[in-house]
């Protein structure tokens, strides 16, 4: 029978990284926990990571952006029921 912790462990040892005070990719979760930002799914993607985290940023505040319009547009609405 297969040790299912061995394997995890494994394929925990082949992911990448990347160390947010050093800048550099790990293979593998090699720096404190508070100082990895990963995994990732290769070498590449772990260098970029500010870069990953940018465009996530950038989606997630345009999407919150339009969430918040919605909410504003819908108390707008509200109001306007409320004085009719």
């Known amino acids: 029978m297969a040790d299912d912790t061995q394997d995890t462990n ?9 160390n947010t005070a050093t800048g550099k990719p790990e293979l593998g979760k090699l720096s404190p926990v508070g100082q990895r930002s990963g995994p990732y799914k290769s070498r590449k993607d772990a260098q970029d990571a500010w870069k990953i985290v940018r465009e996530r940023n950038l989606i997630w505040d345009e999407q919150n952006r339009k969430w918040n319009a ?15």
């Not at 494994?10 to 990347?18: L, M, V």
């Not at 707008?76 to 009719?84: C, I, K, L, R, T």
């Open 10 to 18: 494994d394929d925990e040892s082949r992911q990448w990284y990347f």
């Open 70 to 84: 919605w909410d504003n547009d819908s108390d707008d609405a509200e109001s306007e029921n409320q004085e009719a």
